[in-house]
């Protein structure tokens, strides 16, 4: 079953797969209005059920704006509009869900939620977020760098700021398997998930973890970063003071290539860890990739319905 759980487990040829059907789709929708189907309608027939344990702006826009324009519809929901918020096992529910949709997106604060979908739905399961990796937003980081630079991700440079969360653990994923250079510059008490780590170093993935952000990104094609305190957390004070340090500033930024793009997977809290002058400033590409997420979700979609 193509689930889209995490980077690791999906190959390099059926990410790249992925990554030139979104750059073909997203060229030939140019001058369409937004409700438009593609002239394909690919999944034309097709439901997708969309599952939120977490509140989202552009993923559920992403993933909604994708089955319409693919020519499918989606069900969206929450767990509290569900049986499983009174107590329905993950177990049961997916196998209540793949009887009636042919694929479900979750974003759900356990990745143990997500796996226990997956073993059990018997359709495509796509990860849109978990507490362990976020892979849809890292392919549409690495469609922006893309785009922007003309040339494929492989050989390139890229540093990761701050917090040692989700994001971090699917940017090490992709390097890994998509061969780019990664820094993670991050303090201590805030590293990426170690099972990540050691996972991507034994496919020879070439991954520093550093504790100054100028190491980061000195030469960095691109600077990565990433809200400080998540949805949920509470005790905030003493991780913003260790993570200050990693703020992406112009000064720092500036340390990095001269043609580095700055992205956000968003919400961004200005002033923590970025500066209004970097993510509102000519380097950032922050809304070049959020409009990506639609862009990435179609040819997901795609590939976990056996149409890549």
């Known amino acids: 079953m193509p689930h889209f759980l995490d980077l690791a487990s999906v190959t390099a040829p059926a990410l ?27 999944l034309a027939g097709h439901t997708l059920a969309m599952f939120f344990e977490k509140p989202s702006t552009r ?8 089955m319409r324009q693919l020519g ?8 509290g509009e569900m049986q499983l918020g009174r107590g329905e096992t993950v177990a049961d529910t997916a196998r209540v869900l793949g009887r009636m949709v042919d694929a479900v997106m979750i974003r759900t604060n356990s990745h143990a939620t997500l ?12 990860n849109a977020l978990t507490d362990i990796s976020h892979p849809c937003q890292v392919m549409a980081d690495i469609m922006t760098y893309e785009e922007v ?22 940017l090490i994923e ?19 998930d170690q099972a990540v780590m050691a996972t991507a170093g034994c ?16 030469g960095a094609d691109v600077v990565v970063t990433d809200t400080w305190v998540s949805m949920g957390q509470t005790e905030a004070r003493d991780k913003i003071a260790a993570l200050q340090p990693f703020q992406v500033t112009a000064a720092l930024l500036a340390k990095a290539s001269p043609n580095a793009l700055f992205l956000h997977c968003l919400p961004a809290h200005r002033g923590e860890e970025v500066t209004a002058e970097v993510i509102d400033g000519p380097q950032s590409r922050v809304w070049d990739e959020a409009e990506n997420r639609l862009h990435i979700q179609k040819a997901i979609l795609l590939w976990c319905l056996g149409k890549l």
């Open 174 to 192: 992709a390097a890994s398997v998509l061969r780019f250079d990664l820094r993670l510059g991050v303090p201590h008490g805030y590293d990426p």
């Open 72 to 79: 499918g519809t989606s069900i969206v929901t929450s767990a």
């Open 203 to 218: 496919r020879g993935g070439a991954i520093d973890l550093v504790r100054s952000a100028a190491a980061a990104v000195d």
């Open 59 to 66: 993923t559920r826009f992403s993933f909604d704006m994708a």
């Open 115 to 126: 796996e226990g979908l997956a073993e059990n739905a018997g359709v495509p399961v796509i």
């Open 16 to 42: 790249r797969a992925i990554l030139d059907e979104a750059h073909r789709r997203k060229a030939a929708r140019r001058g369409l209005p937004k409700g438009t189907p593609d002239s394909d309608a690919p």
């Open 149 to 170: 630079a003309g040339l494929p991700v492989a050989g390139s440079c890229w540093a990761y700021l701050g917090d040692g969360n989700n994001m971090a653990n699917s």
